[in-house]
């Protein structure tokens, strides 16, 4: 475990001037995340000038960015029981009334959920704080959806992007993380929006994914700390089905004529293109929905191993995985899927935690684990 504070990135790297945001995505996107980030250590990319992400993807962007290593970063990842960091707030049924009502409430964006996000915030301060830094990682960056815009959260302080494009500097100095944390992954209807005071303005925060970029802003990294596209390492686990594409589909004409057009989103961000110059990760974690915080190991073994194999493809084309890191990561890939293949080929009589060993023992013989 790391105990740099302020530029725990900043150590004599070759890799030089990349950024790192991870989407949104639930625990599917601290899963993914982690194993990208696991994957960009193993290339040698260690000297970032910015490291940041939403909603899910905030939280292993913070502890990451505060200065635990990647293999803690995993650690974590795999040990944290997220169910516990949410108290329920209603019945079964609520909460499943409210998981089907999600479109809806991205729209009319209710103050209350059926779960509360306390335990999430004071989470992240305690591992920030284990990790050696007081206060907000300088590196850091997340936002989260207000009702005329959003806010972005550095640690230059706290910045207000409304709709229109205007923008003005509430404050001029970072606000709290685990609130900043905890607004990112307010899901509207499903986990409480926070409330903030910053002087005179009061705002609600909520899900990080809901501004015109969705679930992977990248003007916030070009914005605030003068990325261009080739430098930006994006992870986007996708939709909670794993597609990056955008969701168009006949289930929307159904919500339209059950509760009318505020069953459907009012925008549907396109997702990045590599084309536009960004190295896009694309892990495919499909065993498991976005929203789904009870997990197997097993489960969270096969997410966190997506984001390496994707950060591992995304980086070879960009020439940012080589040498013998590059060989490695290909032999590692290869092992692991057949891994998989052999567990589900005995899915009945394949015992839990099996998953889990076998890949704990095929990194470690890489100095991975």
């Known amino acids: 475990m790391s105990t740099n504070t302020n530029n725990p990135r900043a150590d004599g790297s070759q ?3 990349l950024h790192l945001l991870i989407s949104s995505g639930g625990s599917r996107a601290i899963l993914a995340g982690a194993g990208t980030i696991l994957l960009c250590d193993h290339a040698g990319i260690k000297n970032w000038k910015s490291i940041g992400g939403i909603s899910g993807g905030s939280l292993p962007t913070a502890l990451y960015a505060a200065g635990h290593d990647a293999r803690t970063s995993v650690k974590i990842a795999l040990d944290v029981d997220f169910s516990s960091l949410l108290t329920r707030r209603g019945s079964i049924l609520k909460i499943l009334f409210a998981y089907l009502m999600q479109s809806r409430y991205e729209k009319t964006r209710p103050k209350k959920g059926v779960l509360s996000s306390e335990k999430v915030g004071t989470y992240v301060e305690d591992q920030v704080a284990a990790a050696g830094t ?4 300088s590196l850091y ?4 959806g207000v009702e005329d815009g959003q806010l972005v959260y550095t640690s230059t302080g706290i910045h207000h992007i409304k709709r229109t ?30 409330p903030v005071q910053i002087g005179k303005d009061h705002f609600w925060l909520h899900d990080g994914v809901l501004s015109p970029e969705g679930r992977t802003p990248v003007s916030i990294p070009e914005r605030f700390f003068g990325a261009k596209p080739s430098q930006i390492i994006v ?8 597609s990056r594409e955008t969701k168009k589909t006949k289930a929307m004409i159904f919500w339209r004529w059950f509760c009318g057009k505020l069953c459907i989103p009012e925008f549907y961000p396109e997702p990045l293109d590599a084309e536009d110059g960004y190295i896009i990760c694309e892990p495919t974690v499909t065993n498991f929905k976005s929203l789904q915080f009870t997990l197997t190991r097993d489960q969270k073994w096969q997410a966190v191993m997506s984001g390496y194999m994707g950060a591992a493809i995304a980086l070879e084309k960009a020439n940012l995985l080589t040498g013998d890191a590059l060989k490695a990561s290909r032999e590692i890939c290869a092992k692991f899927q057949e891994i998989v293949a052999d567990c589900e080929a005995r899915k009945k009589t394949v015992k839990e935690g099996e998953l889990t060993a076998r890949t704990e023992e095929l990194l470690k013989s890489y100095g991975l684990w």
């Open 15 to 17: 890799q030089a001037d």
């Open 134 to 137: 007081q206060g907000w990682p």
């Open 141 to 144: 960056w997340t936002q989260a």
């Open 165 to 194: 494009g205007s923008y003005r500097l509430l404050m001029s100095e970072p606000g709290p993380l685990g609130i900043a944390v905890r607004g990112s992954c307010a899901v509207p209807g499903i986990i409480d929006a926070v």
């Open 235 to 242: 992870c986007d686990v996708g939709e909670s089905d794993g």
